[in-house]
């Protein structure tokens, strides 16, 4: 159906369907699938319900055995055909799934080691960032008493020249009294 026909024809390709489908046709369905108002829909169903009403009244006879019997034999060498010509592919298809399962296991495995190796660095490097802290930490304090070492050195070192002065003063001042 397209949206260049008119409602009717569209409410009436609608019915057909319907009823092809072996669906009920009615004024409600052929508004839903044709897309018309209610009283397009309507007066398709009650022509086309009338119709059939009036086709009903023919016998349609069952069919006969012979008939039957060949209907069988057709459709009994159309499926032995089909099933041949499907057969290989399902087989193949069958074939690469198991392939296909097998390599998803194997990758499944590899990401599983990866994923353990990664949680193995990880944790190598966090215990390597502790350690780097707790180096630091040691480094700055060995700085700091470095300092302190050194700001003490400096001060012997001041008091030892200042020791040195005086006694080279002294030395020179009893020099000088003994001459």
């Known amino acids: ?13 609608a019915a057909r369907d ?8 009615t004024a409600r369905a052929i508004r839903e699938v044709a897309k018309v108002r209610m009283a397009v829909a309507s007066a398709t169903a009650k022509a086309w319900n ?12 069952a069919v006969p055995e012979d008939v ?11 499926y032995r055909a089909a099933l041949a010509a499907v057969t290989p592919e399902r087989d193949q298809l069958r074939s690469d799934v198991d392939a296909l399962r ?15 190796e990664r949680d193995t660095a990880t944790a190598q490097a966090d215990t390597l960032k502790e350690e780097l802290a707790e180096a630091k930490a ?3 304090k060995w700085s700091t008493e470095a ?12 008091q030892h ?10 030395l020179e001042t009893q020099a000088k009294r003994e001459n």
């Open 1 to 13: 159906m397209t949206e260049d026909q008119s409602p009717e024809a569209r409410a009436e390709a």
């Open 18 to 25: 319907l009823a092809d489908t072996g669906r009920a046709v």
């Open 50 to 61: 009338d119709a059939a009403s009036e086709d009903d009244h023919e016998t349609i006879p």
């Open 68 to 78: 039957t019997g060949r209907l069988e034999a057709i459709w009994a060498d159309a």
């Open 102 to 116: 097998t390599e998803v296991e194997g990758l499944t495995s590899d990401v599983e080691t990866v994923e353990a």
């Open 138 to 140: 040691e480094t700055e």
């Open 147 to 158: 300092a302190k070492h050194e700001a003490a050195l400096s001060a012997v070192r001041d």
């Open 161 to 170: 020249d200042k020791l040195n002065e005086r006694i080279t003063t002294l």
